[in-house]
Each structure stands twice: as C-alpha cells, then as structure tokens.
C-alpha cells in the first residue's frame, strides 16, 4: 500500500516515540527559541538550577563506617592533585599508578586515542598499568539499544573496578596500588550514575553482591566502591602545565574550538571540573584548560552546548539526523563562525562522529572540512609524537593535513617513514609502547615479573 504523505512524514520519526513532533516554528522563531536557551546555558543554570543536589560521596563514607561497602581509596602513593568541580566541591584526581579502563569505541576506531595518553604518561614518567583483564563497561548496549538494565551495568561497573582494586598483586604489590582512569566519556557517565544508584539503593547492592560473590569479586563480603572516579581529561587538566613544559611545537597560531561530551559534564555534574581561570568558570575546564595551557587559540562559538549528534539511540534509528545534526550544528558553525582549524574533544562517540560524518555532506553541496581529534592526540602532537605512528590520524576521516602544516610538521616525510615502519612491522620487528608481559594479570597466560614491580611503564 502506498504511503500517505502524512504517514511519511511521521515516519521519520520513527523509532523515538510519540512525543516526537515537528516544532512548526518559522527561522524567525527557531532563532529566538535558541538564542534563548543559549543566553540560560551561558550562566550554567542549566547544570545548577536544580532543587536537589547532593554529593553522594558522603553517603558512601557512612556506608563503609557502617561496614556496608570497601572504598577504594587515593592515597598519597597516587599523587593526587585536588580540583573543583561544578559546586566548589574538592575532587581528587590521582596522577600516578594508574590502571587505564580503555574504551572499546577507542581501540577499534580511534586507536591513536589511548597511544597518545599512554605516550605522555611515558614521556612524563608516570607509572600505570594497561592490561586484558578489563571487560566494556556495556553502556552503549543501554543507551543505545535499552536492552541493558541497571543490574547488569552495575556488576560490570563494580567488577571492572574490583580488577584494578586487584591487579596489582599479580606484580608481588598490595592491592589498590593502581586507581583506575576511564578513557571513554560514555563509561565515565555510566559509571557515575551506577555508584550514586548502588550507593541509595540497598536492594541494588545486595542483588549485585550475589553476582561479584560468583565472581569472587567482593572484599571481604563486602562491594569495593571507588573513592572517586576520574576520566582520562581530568588527569590531563591537572597535568596541563607539567605537559606544557614539555611542548616542542608552537600552537599559537591555531584556532581551537572544543566540544565537551554530553556523558562527561551533563551526566552527575556536579562531579565535573571547572576552574575559574577557564572561560571565566563557565564551561567544563577538561580540554579548554589544556588548549589554553598548550598556547592555542580557544574560539568560543554559539553551539558549544550541542550534542555532537550521536545520541545512541539516534546514531541506530536515525543516522541521517545524527550525519546532519554534526554537520549544521557543530562543523558548520566552528568552520562559519570560529574559523577554526581544529575541534578538540574528549570522548569516544563524539570524536567518532564529528570526525566520520563530514565525508556525508559532499553529497549535499556541504563541503566544511574540520579536522577532529581527542585533546591527548593534539597534545601529543605538540611534544613531538609521529602523527602517524603514534597520533595515527591516517586513522581520521575528515583531513588533518593543514592543521600539520600549520604546526609546522612535515607530514609528507612522516608519512614516508610510516610507510618504512610498515614495512619494519611486516617483517616481525615489532615496537611497543608497554612491555606486553605486564599486559595480563591473572589466568594461565600470566607470568609474573618481579622485577618490574617497581619500574612503571615503559
């Protein structure tokens, strides 16, 4: 039967519910709608205009007087650097002996991602630990599809951060010598959300502790609840002038823009950093702090607040309003109004796409070409790392080639000694970034290495 032009028009809503409704406004109306809403976000009353907020991590330290939980705590062995978040409140973020929580969206997409924070850990001495026995915190399961629960996401939460507790007596080291650092924004989101319902949910708790006992990942009968948890972008915002310290290459000249990740600052923000020395306080300070501290131009531009358009949910149902959503809300309106030469983010699915949806708009005559990447890939650049053997941009959809340039990196000549690398790879002579033995700590494959107890990373 053919479709009537009603029914097609609310077929494209598909998927998203009956709330979903075409607003009918005219440009002139959208346009004050928006300026509206951006005038409120502005003052960051959309983040602190609520009537409840409460800092869970006082809850917590009851519930391990009350010898409900076990916290994982930072300790001077971390080396913490102690922030403030949305409200004032203090958080500490560790900066040493840390056990990377990577992301799977990271390692199969965007891998020059965690290569360049591992190699400014290497490069700044800190020690860590990068091994298998991680599992995907399952979060994009939840959001994306909403055949995960709250159970599950719980167990895998607490589980994964059990294994870091853990990990280090495989190398003769007491337990909770490595704090973990969460590379992707979707985990760090989730990952918060799961401890504030463990912490007011005893019913939760109990459900998940019959899981971890089969697992055999309780402490002493009780759940291990980290003391705080931390994302990759705040272990570089509060190493920021250290890394600047060891910059080679002069970004003054670049114009950056940054688009913070819906998972990292609207998700639990009042766990978020801000500092008053970064935009006057009123953004998120992660990325923008270190741009700033890096000596490149950060450029503010009207849709700062946008999602990037993935959604989950959208990116599964509606792909052509995630492609148009990145392209018009946000390339666009960097490329138009900030003129910039580079878009900095922090999470997994916004880099993935802001950076692979820009090939779409060629189809429609929209041709804005903006390169994309994580902050730690363009810090990384800027002290030195190969572009393509570290930062692996070749990796990148959109193209990167004259922000090289105008960093003054030849990227001709370091994409001929890549070829030469290849080539080194190809023939068995492998180079690693970390000493794979350390890589796993449990199960058969383990051999433990006394001696490298106390070296760090390599």
């Given at each position: 039967?053919?479709?009537?032009?009603?029914?097609?028009?609310?077929?494209?809503?598909?998927?998203?519910?009956?709330?979903?409704?075409?607003?009918?406004?005219?440009?002139?109306?959208?346009?004050?709608?928006?300026?509206?809403?951006?005038?409120?976000?502005?003052?960051?009353?959309?983040?602190?205009?609520?009537?409840?907020?409460?800092?869970?991590?006082?809850?917590?330290?009851?519930?391990?007087?009350?010898?409900?939980?076990?916290?994982?705590?930072?300790?001077?062995?971390?080396?913490?650097?102690?922030?403030?978040?949305?409200?004032?409140?203090?958080?500490?973020?560790?900066?040493?002996?840390?056990?990377?929580?990577?992301?799977?969206?990271?390692?199969?997409?965007?891998?020059?991602?965690?290569?360049?924070?591992?190699?400014?850990?290497?490069?700044?001495?800190?020690?860590?630990?990068?091994?298998?026995?991680?599992?995907?915190?399952?979060?994009?399961?939840?959001?994306?599809?909403?055949?995960?629960?709250?159970?599950?996401?719980?167990?895998?939460?607490?589980?994964?951060?059990?294994?870091?507790?853990?990990?280090?007596?495989?190398?003769?080291?007491?337990?909770?010598?490595?704090?973990?650092?969460?590379?992707?924004?979707?985990?760090?989101?989730?990952?918060?959300?799961?401890?504030?319902?463990?912490?007011?949910?005893?019913?939760?708790?109990?459900?998940?502790?019959?899981?971890?006992?089969?697992?055999?990942?309780?402490?002493?009968?009780?759940?291990?609840?980290?003391?705080?948890?931390?994302h990759y972008s705040e272990w570089l915002h509060v190493m920021r002038e250290r890394i600047a310290a060891e910059k080679t290459i002069d970004c003054s000249g670049i114009r950056a823009t940054i688009h913070p990740a819906c998972h990292v600052y609207k998700m639990v923000p009042e766990d978020v950093i801000y500092d008053e020395t970064?935009?006057?306080?009123?953004?998120?300070?992660?990325?923008?702090?270190?741009?700033?501290?890096?000596?490149?131009?950060?450029?503010?531009?009207?849709?700062?607040?946008?999602?990037?358009?993935?959604?989950?949910?959208?990116?599964?149902?509606?792909?052509?309003?995630?492609?148009?959503?990145?392209?018009?809300?946000?390339?666009?309106?960097?490329?138009?109004?900030?003129?910039?030469?580079?878009?900095?983010?922090?999470?997994?699915?916004?880099?993935?796409?802001?950076?692979?949806?820009?090939?779409?708009?060629?189809?429609?005559?929209?041709?804005?070409?903006?390169?994309?990447?994580?902050?730690?890939?363009?810090?990384?650049?800027?002290?030195?790392?190969?572009?393509?053997?570290?930062?692996?941009?070749?990796?990148?959809?959109?193209?990167?080639?004259?922000?090289?340039?105008?960093?003054?990196?030849?990227?001709?000549?370091?994409?001929?000694?890549?070829?030469?690398?290849?080539?080194?790879?190809?023939?068995?002579?492998?180079?690693?970034?970390?000493?794979?033995?350390?890589?796993?700590?449990?199960?058969?494959?383990?051999?433990?290495?006394?001696?490298?107890?106390?070296?760090?990373?390599?």
């Amino acid at each position: 039967m053919e479709k009537t032009k009603e029914q097609g028009h609310q077929g494209a809503y598909t998927g998203f519910g009956p709330e979903w409704r075409a607003s009918a406004l005219t440009p002139a109306q959208a346009r004050t709608a928006t300026a509206w809403v951006e005038a409120r976000i502005d003052r960051r009353s959309a983040l602190t205009g609520k009537e409840r907020v409460e800092d869970v991590r006082s809850l917590m330290w009851d519930l391990e007087r009350e010898g409900e939980i076990v916290v994982h705590r930072i300790s001077g062995q971390h080396e913490p650097v102690t922030a403030c978040t949305l409200y004032g409140w203090e958080k500490r973020i560790p900066t040493n002996q840390l056990w990377h929580h990577k992301s799977c969206g990271q390692c199969g997409n965007i891998p020059g991602y965690p290569t360049s924070l591992m190699w400014l850990m290497n490069r700044l001495g800190t020690r860590y630990l990068d091994e298998t026995d991680q599992t995907s915190c399952t979060a994009w399961n939840y959001h994306g599809s909403g055949i995960g629960n709250v159970l599950s996401l719980a167990a895998v939460f607490l589980r994964n951060f059990h294994q870091a507790y853990v990990s280090s007596q495989a190398e003769g080291l007491p337990p909770g010598y490595y704090f973990p650092l969460v590379h992707c924004g979707t985990s760090f989101g989730n990952y918060k959300e799961m401890r504030q319902f463990l912490l007011h949910s005893a019913e939760l708790r109990a459900e998940v502790k019959k899981i971890l006992a089969k697992l055999g990942r309780l402490i002493d009968g009780k759940l291990l609840i980290p003391e705080e948890i931390v994302h990759y972008s705040e272990w570089l915002h509060v190493m920021r002038e250290r890394i600047a310290a060891e910059k080679t290459i002069d970004c003054s000249g670049i114009r950056a823009t940054i688009h913070p990740a819906c998972h990292v600052y609207k998700m639990v923000p009042e766990d978020v950093i801000y500092d008053e020395t970064v935009l006057d306080g009123n953004r998120v300070a992660v990325s923008t702090g270190l741009m700033q501290t890096l000596g490149a131009q950060v450029i503010d531009y009207s849709t700062w607040y946008d999602c990037c358009g993935f959604g989950f949910r959208h990116i599964i149902g509606e792909r052509e309003f995630t492609r148009s959503f990145a392209i018009d809300r946000k390339i666009r309106v960097a490329v138009d109004e900030a003129h910039a030469d580079v878009m900095i983010g922090h999470d997994t699915g916004c880099i993935t796409t802001l950076d692979k949806n820009q090939w779409i708009g060629r189809a429609v005559d929209k041709v804005y070409e903006l390169p994309v990447m994580a902050d730690c890939q363009f810090a990384a650049l800027t002290l030195g790392a190969h572009p393509y053997k570290l930062a692996q941009l070749h990796w990148h959809a959109s193209p990167f080639e004259k922000l090289l340039e105008k960093l003054g990196i030849d990227w001709e000549k370091a994409k001929a000694e890549f070829d030469a690398y290849l080539a080194e790879v190809k023939a068995g002579r492998i180079e690693t970034l970390y000493d794979p033995k350390r890589a796993i700590t449990s199960g058969p494959g383990y051999r433990r290495q006394p001696a490298l107890a106390a070296s760090g990373a390599e």
